[in-house]
C-alpha cells in the first residue's frame, strides 16, 4: 500500500507517556511538553471516567496510539473485535501515529502478557506483512512498527531484525518507531554493536522514537522503563538523529512512575538534543 502522501503531524519534538495518575495534573497545569502517547487498549470501554479525560488531554495535545495487543507474529487470525474497536478509537481520537510491536503474544486464541520475539525467517516475513497489509486497509492510514526488547533470539532466523524491518517496510508501506533504548539493551545482552544495527534501519522510513530507563540485574539488563535514560542511550540517541535527522521524540516511563515534572524533565533534554542537532552524511 503507497502512503507517500501522508505527512507527519507531529513535528520533531518530545512527548511524554500518558499515564492515569497524572490525568489530572496535565489538565490543570498543561506541562509543556509537544505531544503525548498513550495505549489504546486502555480506551476501548465505551465510556467512564479514562475516556472522559482523554477527550480534555486530546483538547490540549497532539496524541499518538500505541497498541500492544494486535500481535503482529502471532500465527492467529487477526481479532476483528479489536481491530473494530481501534479504529473507532481512532476515528474519534484523529491520533498522529498509530504503532504497533513487531511480536507475537497469542497462540490458540490465549494471550500472554508479554511481547514476545518472532524468527527472522522468510515465512514469518510473508505472515507479518499480510497482517499489517489487513491492518492498513481497515485503519486507513499506515501503521508503525517497533523493535523490541528480547532476551532470547531463534536459531532458525536467517535474517537480521533490521533487514527483517526494513523488507517488511518495503513491502507494506509501513513505517518505524525506533526504539534506541531497546536497541542498546539488545546489544549489551547479545554482544553485538548498536551502530552495526542501526546501520540496517532505513533512516527515511523511521517516524518516531522512544527513549526508556533500563535496570541491570546479574549479568542481564532488563528494559523495565523504570528510570530515568541511561547516559549511553542518550549518546545512541544523538548518533541517530544526526545521521536520521530530528524526529519525533517520547520519554516512556512504565514502573516506578515518578512525578509529572520528572518526566517533563526528560522530555525537555531530547528537545535539546533535537535542536542542537546537525545532521551528519558520512
Known sequence: MNFAGVQTPIPASAGIGL???????????????????????????????????????????????????????????????HLKKLKALIDRFEPAFVSEHLAWSSVSGRFLNELLPLPYTPESLTQVCSKIDEIQNALKRPLLI??????????????????????????????????????????LNHRFDPLDYLKTIPASAVQEIHLAGFDRFGTWVIDTHGQRVHQEVWELYRWVIDHFGPRPT???????LPPLHVLVEEAEKAGKLLGENHVVTS
Open 19 to 81: 499515564r492515569s495518575s497524572h490525568f489530572r495534573e496535565i489538565i490543570e497545569d498543561k506541562p509543556p511538553v509537544a505531544w503525548m502517547e498513550t495505549h489504546p487498549e486502555n480506551y476501548f470501554g465505551e465510556g467512564g471516567v479514562p475516556l472522559r479525560f482523554l477527550e480534555q488531554i486530546r483538547s490540549l495535545y497532539p496524541l499518538s496510539f500505541h497498541g500492544v495487543g494486535l500481535s503482529l507474529g502471532s500465527s492467529d487470525p487477526l481479532d476483528p473485535v
Open 250 to 256: 517520547l520519554i516512556e516511563w512504565d514502573t516506578n
Open 146 to 187: 517497533e523493535n523490541i526488547t528480547r532476551y532470547l533470539t531463534w536459531r532458525a532466523s536467517t535474517l537480521s531484525e533490521g533487514e527483517f524491518m526494513a523488507e517488511v517496510v518495503q513491502r507494506t508501506g509501513c513505517r518505524i518507531l525506533l526504539d534506541i533504548n531497546n536497541v542498546y539493551v539488545n546489544a
